[in-house]
């Protein structure tokens, strides 16, 4: 089946680690997108991609890098550099410019202690 | 740049009563227009979606929503809630022309449904 896979589910680490989710799509689309999660706060852009090698930043890039190296993979890194990293992190993906749909991954919930 | 507001952070419903979620949207044009739904430590699955044509657009699980240009809004509603239809619902909107072509997504409204 097509869809978008995120992993892992659940992340633990400590404070001041680099760690990178996942986050793969086998929907042959072109645009992938990183959203932050917090309760009450909806859902914040993070980085964007519409095509491969082309990325941009989203409302709340610092702390964060991605790489976009493969039209089917859009890992997101969380640095050090994050303040306040636990949060629910979703992993979207569309056609792009021309089918604005957006199919969502089932999310990795970050914990840092 | 769009923006999209859902008025309401938390709405109760009895089983089996109508349901109206809001959403109002800020953009230039007519938007494309999403309601998703999202279940406690999961993604989020597309309800319905506007693009043109009909201002009635039916979903799935028994949703429907209305676009109304005149104010700005794309409202979410069900005749009868059933109580696995307790979760958090999101609007979203989607640039139909020029901007950055990325997604939008309101602060969401959770859904309580009481027995």
């Known amino acids: 089946d097509g869809g978008i896979t995120q992993s892992p589910k659940y992340l633990f680490r400590k404070e001041g680690q680099n760690v990178t989710l996942s986050c793969e799509q086998n929907?042959?689309?072109?645009?992938m997108y990183w959203y932050r999660q917090d309760p009450g706060q909806g859902l914040r852009l993070i980085y964007y991609s519409q095509i491969v090698n082309d990325f941009q930043k989203g409302d709340i890039a610092e702390g964060y890098s991605v790489s976009r190296e493969k039209k089917e993979s859009f890992p997101l890194t969380v640095t050090s550099a994050q303040k306040n990293p636990t949060a629910f992190y979703l992993c979207?993906?569309?056609?792009?410019?021309?089918?604005?749909?957006?199919?969502f991954g089932q999310g990795t919930r970050l914990t840092v202690v | 740049a769009q923006s999209v507001t859902q008025p309401d952070i938390h709405i109760t419903v009895s089983e089996g009563a109508s349901l109206e979620l809001r959403c109002n949207y800020s953009?230039?044009?007519?938007?494309?227009l999403f309601w998703y739904v999202q279940s406690p430590g999961q993604g989020l699955q597309l309800l319905l979606k506007y693009f043109s044509g009909d201002t009635l657009v039916q979903g799935i699980k028994g949703f429907e929503a209305e676009f109304k240009r005149s104010q700005s809004s794309f409202n979410l509603r069900k005749p009868s809630v059933h109580w696995s239809d307790a979760a958090e619902y999101f609007c979203a909107v989607f640039p139909s022309s020029g901007g950055s072509y990325i997604p939008t997504f309101g602060r969401g409204t959770s859904l309580i449904v009481h027995p």
């Open positions: 953009y230039g044009a007519t938007p494309y």
């Open positions: 979207a993906s569309s056609m792009g410019f021309y089918d604005a749909e957006a199919f």
């Open positions: 929907l042959n689309h072109d645009a």
